[in-house]
């Protein structure tokens, strides 16, 4: 919504009007382009400037009356701002009108010096001020160019009009379609700099009436690009069913999620807000008073907040719980972001299927997470998960760690004998974290006990028979591994049943609600949460440690907080990220060479600031200390 803001210089307003008295029109750029339009159409429409409206007469009695009772919903949630507007103008000799979608004019408020004279031009209730009625005017003319305007002086087309000066602005329902105009008019020599300030407030507090008025039962959305805009007049409302159909908006959410009016009713929120609505529905039952920071689809930020019908927060038993009260360990992990649903999806397929799962990701994104979720989904839940690190294990061990051993095998073994991971896992789950790292002379040997389903001690012994859900992990490309010689590429086919992409935070759209629930975890019922514009920083930093970063982060920005304070800001992040973040804001849509790069700066930041202590440096990091030698590892290659 905007106002035509160039106005036409007196001398060039003159000449300009000399020659629409011969027929003729202004060259381009002697008068404002609007009103050349304007100009244009009332001369198609056969009037003359010097001449008398159109004779169409008046709505009087009854007959206004009923175009009044048509739109007694407008008139309604109208009146209280028309009374509003009137206060603030009272006093400047000026008329506050509405008209309906076809310029009849339906209530008028003014001071009574200036209404005797607007009368005498049937500037009153029941006259029709449509352009091809009136000529170029504010309200007809903002009908014509669905916009707002101002038309001041000479620039009405009819010259005994040309004592006034206007300000409208269309009204917009919730569904787009066209309501009416408000319009604000005066004497021109008393101008008001600041109507058009009124006409423009007065025109969003109409439209977000009719929008609440439509949409009480419905699940708001309330958006502005900053989180100090939401519950000001100039935030968007979009209304939704619980499918994600946007069933009706305001002027500015149409324009912060780019729809028009034929979106409405037919469109969803996917492919607009990068974030499902299950995830909205969530945020609302969780933490209805707190902005969320989202992305839109093209990467811009907004802010949102959720407003729930108001029957279903008065119930407890629906407020606080999430969407589905039955989800498994599968559909909990899924927070709105659109890809990690995806693999979800693909991941619930293949349960119980005994296909071998490989999970790629790089540190700290969460796979032995996902990984655990699968098991406790799937009908292996009661039986044992198995995790091993084959990065962590020294290589003389893993061996003997996974396979067990027999007794007296080696130097120093037990006496009875190890079972060994591998038989530990029987009837469960077992999870190979990191298996990119595991020596070739292992890679072997797992090889043949995935071809054969048994186990062979490491000293012999008698083969045991083994079931086991295998999902293996790694950071790393096995391909690029099996390329370079250090991966079997028979050993890669058998693990490759189904590949799994786990997405970096980075690359997540569910930053904040990810750190809703790390934080209620920390801190179950303490409605902890982040400051806005802190949560809108931190979901664009690249985060190379990823979750677990995130959440070491903010473990210890909680604890910082003071006895009584609830909202993290900027002041309560960790010495050693904080000092990091020159290097982090950088990065946040680099490549992942720079990241890497990136992530290597801040590892040796931490060593020198930890005076070379590995378990600390790493626990400060939000990593693994195996990530973190591992990482070292390749820092001196």
């Not at 209280?80 to 309906?100: E, I, K, M, N, T």
């Amino acid at each position: 919504m905007h106002f035509d803001k160039g106005r036409s210089a007196g001398l060039g307003l003159k000449h300009a009007r000399q020659m629409l008295e011969r027929g003729d029109l202004p060259e381009p750029g002697a008068v404002n382009e609007m009103v050349v339009r304007s100009w244009q159409r009332c001369m198609k429409a056969g009037l003359l400037p010097f001449g008398k409206p159109a004779d169409v007469g008046y709505l009087v009695g009854d007959k206004l009356e009923q175009a009044q009772h048509r739109r007694r919903q407008l008139l309604a949630r109208a009146k209280p701002v028309l009374d509003y507007l009137h206060a603030q103008s009272r006093g400047s000799g000026s008329l506050v009108l509405l008209a309906d979608e076809d310029g009849v004019i339906l209530e008028s408020l003014g001071d009574p010096e200036f209404v005797s004279r607007a009368e005498r031009v049937a500037l009153m209730s029941g006259a029709s001020w449509n352009e091809v009625h009136r000529g170029t005017n504010a309200i007809g003319t903002a009908l014509s160019e669905k916009n707002a305007v101002t038309v001041h002086g000479g620039e009405h087309f009819l010259e005994s009009n040309s004592f006034l000066t206007c300000t409208a602005s269309p009204l917009l329902g919730p569904d787009g379609q066209l309501q009416g105009v408000l319009d604000i008019s005066g004497h021109w020599r008393l101008r008001q700099s600041h109507t058009s300030g009124l006409v423009l407030t007065g025109a969003h507090m109409i439209e977000n009436r009719l929008f609440e008025r439509r949409h009480g039962k419905d699940v708001w959305i309330s958006i502005h690009p900053s989180a100090e805009g939401i519950g000001t007049i100039a935030e968007g409302l979009v209304a939704l069913n619980e499918e994600g159909r946007i069933l009706g908006a305001n002027r500015a959410g149409m324009a912060l999620l780019k729809l028009f009016p034929s979106d409405l009713g037919r469109s969803t929120t996917e492919g607009r807000i990068d974030l499902r609505m299950e995830a909205f529905l969530d945020w609302g039952r969780r933490r209805a008073e707190e902005p969320m920071a989202i992305r839109r689809c093209d990467g811009a930020t907004l802010f949102l907040k959720v407003r729930l019908p108001q029957t279903r927060m008065a119930d407890p038993a629906v407020a606080n719980v999430s969407p589905k009260p039955n989800r498994d360990a599968l559909e909990r992990l899924d927070t709105g972001d659109q890809r990690m649903e995806r693999i979800i999806e693909q991941a619930r397929k293949i349960l119980d299927k005994r296909i071998p799962i490989l999970l790629f990701g790089e540190t700290g994104v969460g796979k032995e997470v996902f990984a655990k979720a699968m098991h406790a989904s799937s009908r292996r839940m009661d039986k044992p998960f198995v995790a091993i690190n084959c990065a962590a294990l020294p290589e003389h061990l893993i061996e003997s760690e996974l396979f067990g051993y027999a007794p007296g095998a080696f130097t120093g073994a037990r006496r009875e004998g190890w079972q060994g991971r591998i038989r530990e896992a029987n009837g469960g789950t077992l999870f190979l974290d990191e298996i990119g790292d595991m020596p070739l002379a292992l890679q072997s040997r797992l090889l043949r006990l995935l071809q054969e389903g048994e186990v062979i001690p490491l000293g012999g012994g008698k083969p045991a028979k083994v079931d086991f859900q295998l999902i293996a992990a790694s950071h790393r490309q096995l391909t690029e591994e099996v390329e370079k010689g250090r991966f079997r590429a028979d050993l890669y086919y058998r693990l490759d049943g189904i590949t799994l992409h786990l997405p970096a935070l980075r690359e997540r759209s569910d930053f904040q609600i990810l750190a809703a629930r790390i934080l209620d975890d920390i801190a179950p019922n303490s409605e902890i949460s982040l400051a806005p514009e802190l949560a809108k920083f931190l979901a664009s930093l690249p985060w190379p440690g990823n979750l677990r970063q995130m959440s070491h982060v903010l473990r210890t920005s909680h604890a910082m907080l003071e006895n009584g304070e609830t909202r993290i800001t900027r002041e309560h992040l960790p010495g050693n990220f904080a000092s990091g973040l020159d290097l982090l804001r950088h990065a946040p849509h680099a490549s992942v060479e720079s990241l890497r790069e990136t992530s290597d700066a801040m590892i040796m930041r931490a060593l020198k600031m930890n005076g070379g202590n590995r378990s600390e440096s790493a626990r400060r990091l939000g990593i693994s200390r195996s990530t973190l030698y591992r990482k070292m590892r390749r820092l001196a290659e």
